[in-house]
């Protein structure tokens, strides 16, 4: 082995603040809004679970990488994350069941990232300046030229991103054979995790496009609907958000995660609105206001659900709030079998205290199949 | 859910007396809980028989009982005081054990006490083997196969069964105390035999053994709710095979995926529910297979707050005992407050943006004859925690935090070269381990044979590895030549300016210069449980080379107090209960009190005891970039033992100021020389002496001193290599022996005062006047170190004469040294006559013993003298005295069975217990007073 640091690397943000760092990955530039994780586990997860869909993640764990890339632990196809930004990226990995290194996986799907970088000042710059957009590069030098590409970054607000990760036809998961329930999976992004975690519990699946009408969904007589997380801005969403309306109105049962939590919130007539600079990480305490009892979870959103409008709207019910902000992390509709959470059941990366939300979610289902409480 | 209102007074129950497996982090744990439960309104009792603690201080408690931890002492409390309910999860096994048996003996239902905390089949379960493997078998948890015995046969039975190699654990029993790996049959009768004597109730498990499978502990807490959090993972380097307690452990794991980390946490919070059904702190430890399985069995699990506990607070700055003791009164979590950042909530689970890694310290050269190999049964007496922003700056950290005479790993000189030495020493793991794993990969002895021999994590043997190629590239340069990239790619890895100054062939201080021409400045960044996401109030510290520096000064006058550092044989507790004392009086004068300490088990390092901690090495590089950033009044070394003294001498060359006693004095009480000739002057009459540096200079003075001769190195901690020599033959080979260890060391020959009592004096003086704050009598004859006599408080059968002998020494050592703050004097008094024997102007061992036995707050007195604030005879001296207090060592040889229990010069006492008798005829006094020559050896 000898000691060979990897070439430079620069992160800039909109507000002009500069950090120097070393390249990870592959040797190129890339934009988007830049967002900080706060896990200590699950890295592979965290970058390929769609919701991070252009994103510049900031991981303040120190290290990256220790036990590789495991091929059986993905949350999609695909790296979603635009860019990383680590303190100490590490190349060399150990776990028997890993197939590569993070930094090989990299390089082979095209991720640019930057490390060595003081993630800590970075961390709290954000949380001070709140959300904004960034560029790394490790092939440009020249800051004017990259603040100039970053001028041409959209920003967040307003931005729908459901369409980019969404599946583009319609695909089937689970044991078509035997299962208790159909369920129909509107994907504005969907973790694969929130997948298992229904076929777990017996339930077959249709995953259908973010822009695909309830009619078109409803003919595959499902159920009950899942409505998964995804990336973007909710308020930019207007097919999905009609979905789920219709979906309302036919009173079916219906369970949404994260974006869908919004979506489904915005179906319902409440406001969603751009948090400063988000909840990611998997150490986010909830309180259950049904049960008085707390949950740590998983979460991932930039985005949230209006207090007030939630406070205000007459068929809505508050059933779980974050414990740091106060904030709504769940709902349920008063006059429907329809509820929803802001943050991640199906947890992966994270805790699995929250899973019997998808118990309750087949609870719904039955009770409204057979009529029978569970 | 509001906490119970019907418990208003609670007894806490301590660990007692240090001893290998239990040591101070009960003191923390302990002085938490109190002060806990106080801010709810809380009346607190506290029991504990060690009086170096800060928990039996009454700054602590409001009723503190330092009786010996006895079901007739906490009858006697019940007795006197209205307890509403007790809290045994502070005090180890001890208290648990303690608890126990109250509880057999129907004492907690007789006085209507509520147990808090914990539930009684909650320990039985996690202690009784055999009912812990049931129960994780009924809750799918895997374990190793196993089974227990209660009689030999039974023993042999199942090992017939299991195979080998075996684990034999008995039950009820600390630190892995009688434990012991069985890898061949004809070893397995003799352990046997051992496990059942050693276990309380005569039981053992026989466990399948799980050797060279990952390790990892999880912390807990739970609350009456039932929700349950998870405070910190830790991995242990040292994989499973050598007791947490001597492995070199890591937080956050960094080994671990999510996937098997969220297995493992579902296992956790699962077998901690199906234990009982308690509010409060727990801990459980898991192994893991190495191998694509990643299978993961329970070892053990204890429902109490733990070594490990302490270790995760100060890791995270979750401060579980604070917390766990609000869920025993009846909180939930979602109704308490985060401790840092005051803003969020305690409910959610720590999330780190650094490493952690701790060191254990051990001693075995105190222990001569006994086992060195690190096994299932734990031997370190103490620890060093290290923070860094990444695994290797934390693992440098922390080896120079241990004081052993190493600047750092590597980058010193003193790496083995020998191939067979070094495979050897890692087949049978020692103190060094970590050194010689980095002596092998320097060496080029490959991976596949190191992982073989010691099964060690691939990822920890790369870090290492990668700070050898490191050092090979800064080898290649000076330091005139050398790039700043590769020069702060050192100090990002935690390397010291010697470390580099070795590898570039130059001067520590032609790196601090570079250093400085080049901006490359220490940084410090907050431990905030939540990896920046809030801003945190608490201003806990430690250092690192980056960018961002989030520790600003303020503008008030401050004073540094720098920590004893990990714990050892000779320098333990005490000196932490004398910077606590230090920085509460600093704090009372005005002063903003900085603690710089390393130890994670301390109250010291407990970010509520100072304005500003420094969790950082005592290590002269860290200590003086502190200073040069919080630029204080001065500095307070004479508190934490000799690591903080001996730091003395640089802080003088560099002009910053030490507050009390000045660097001379120290350096005068500390070379005999000056000091014998500074006696002469003053008349005070002091044993025979001389100085010398060869074999043959030793035996030649010898001939005018006369034999005994009391033998030792000079400027040496607890007596270490001291013997007394009766002849030429002994005097020669003790001296070659002392000059292997420490070349060039002087040697100093004391004629021995044959069957001389001992007695010591603790003042305190302002330069003017000294206040003699206690003078105490050893009940064993001179020969035995100080630490390790009984000591009587007042002297019992002194006689006027020699008594005033040594108020009037004591007075005019200390006036002619300039001591301002406290000195301790040593005497031995032959036939009437005192004589001098040395002088230590610092805190000693016995004041915290002193200050309880006569409830007095000396600490803070003495502080109070040396930051000027107060003159001696302002001081009101008025200590409570009933009868007599005993001091009494507390030894751990029970955790070395090879070695006798042989006192002599050289300290081996790990810890101390007080106990009060009211005249000479207590039986009590009378045993010791009858054995006192027991012990001796030379």
Redesign the interface.
Known sequence: ???K?SSSAVLVLEDGTI?HGLAAGKIGTTTGEIA?N?????Y??IFTDPSYYGQILIM????IG??GV?ED?FESGSVNISGLVS??F?E??????ANQSIDEYFKERDVVGITEV????L??HI?EKGAMNAIISSEIDDISELKSRLGKVPSMEGLELASKVSTKEPFTYGDAESHEFKVAVLDLGVKQNILRCLAERGCYMKVFPHNTPFQEMETWNPDGYMLSNGPGDPSAMPEPTRTVTNILEHNRPTFGICLGHQVMAQASGLQTEKMHHGHR?????I?NLHT???E?TSQNHGFMVNRTSAENTENIQITHIH??DKSVAGIKRKDKPAFSVQYHPE??????DSRYLFDDFIALMKKEKYGVNS | ?PKDPSIKSILIIGSGPIVIGQACEFDYSGSQAARSLREEGIEVSLINSNPATIMTDPVTADHVYLLPLTSDSIRQILGERQIDAVLPTMGGQTALNLAIECQDLGLWDDYGVKMIGVDIDAIEITENREAFRKLMIEIGVGVAPSGTAKSFLEGKELAQELGFPLVIRPSYTLGGSGASFVHEPEDFDKLLNRGLHSSPIHEVMIDKAVIGWKEYELELLRDK???V??IC?IENMDPMGIHTGDSITIA????????T??RM??MAIKMMRAIGDFAGGCNVQFAVS???K?EIIAVEINPRVSRSSALASKATGYPIAKIASKLALGY???ELDNQITK???A?????????IVKIPRWNFNKFKGANRELGLQMKSVGEAMGIG???QEALQKACQSLEINRNGLGADGKEWRDQDKILESLKHPSWNRLFHLYDAIKLGIPFKTIREITKI???FL?QI??LI??E??IEKHSIQSIPE?LLR?AKERGYADRQVAHLLRCWESEVYKKREELGMQRVF?LVDT??????AETPYYYSTF???N?SVRTNRKKVVILGSGPNRIGQGIEFDYCCVHGVLAAKEAGYETIMINCNPETVSTDFDTADKLYFEPVFWEHIYDIIQHEKPEGVIVQLGGQTALKLAEKLDRYGIPILGTAYETLDKAEDRGVFSDLLKELGIPYPKYGSVETAEEAVELSRTLGFPLLVRPSYVLGGHSMKIVINEQELEHHVVDILKDMPGNKILLDHFLDGAIEAEADAICDGEDTLIIGIMEHIEPAGIHSGDSYAVLPAFDLSENALNQIKDYTSRIAIALETKGLINIQFAVKDDKVYVIEANPRASRTVPFIAKAYDQPYVNWATKVMLGELKVKDLNYDPKQHGFAIKIPVFSFDKFPDVNKELGPEMKSTGEAIQFINHLRDPFFKKVYSERNLYLSR
């Open positions: 082995m000898k000691f640091p950090f900080f706060t896990g200590m586990t699950g592979q997860e303040t764990t120190p290290h220790n036990y495991d632990e303190n100490k590490s060399i990995f150990s776990r028997a069941k003081d993630t800590r000042a961390v709290r949380r990480g998997i150490n986010h305490p309180l008085g009892k707390g740590i414990l740091n947890a992966s990366a994270g805790p699995h | 859910m709710n039932d929700n959090i998870i993972s956050p794991a960094l080994t671990l995926s999510d996937t980390y969220q946490r579902n190495p191998d694509e990643e939930t979590l979602d803003s969020t909530s409910l959610f689970e720590p999330t780190l943006d650094y490493v922003r990444n695994f994590d691939p990822w790369h590895e990668e190629s490191l090979r590239e990239e790619a960044k939540c990896a920046a996401e809030f801003p980056e960018q961002e989030e």
